[in-house]
């Protein structure tokens, strides 16, 4: 199973971006999956994470009503969007995914590689 992340970038306090992974190798829609982040300096955390196969979603405090995630089921490919982008969500941004319900432990199946988010004031 591979997952390719990819759409950070660089954007201005405010901006939105949306990320995208990509997975082959593992149908998505049979499983969970989650976007994930770490900071500078700071441990990984959770972001979001949702349930294919029920629509089910959750979110981080930090980013409720800011982001959202979601699963293209004919591209097999999982999205963030993420508006409202404040300097504290610079990140290096994570996929994730695992056979069971969305968790915000770090007890996924298969990771991508990353995808870098710096958000400027």
């Known amino acids: 199973v591979q997952l390719q992340a990819s759409g950070g970038g660089l954007v201005q306090a405010g901006g939105s971006l949306r990320l995208s992974c990509a997975a082959s190798g593992r149908i998505f829609s049979r499983y969970s999956t989650a976007w994930f982040r770490q900071g500078p300096g700071k441990e990984r955390e959770f972001v979001a994470g949702?349930?294919?196969?029920?629509?089910?979603?959750v979110y981080a405090d930090s980013v409720k009503g800011r982001f959202t995630i979601s699963g293209d089921f004919a591209r097999n490919t999982l999205h963030l969007q993420m508006n409202s982008l404040k300097p504290e969500d610079t990140a290096i941004y994570y996929c994730?995914?695992?056979?069971?319900?969305?968790?915000?432990?770090?007890?996924?199946?298969?990771w991508g590689q990353g995808t870098q988010v710096t958000v400027s004031s």
């Open positions: 949702i349930r294919w196969i029920s629509g089910s979603t």
């Open positions: 994730a995914t695992r056979d069971g319900p969305v968790t915000a432990t770090s007890q996924y199946d298969y």
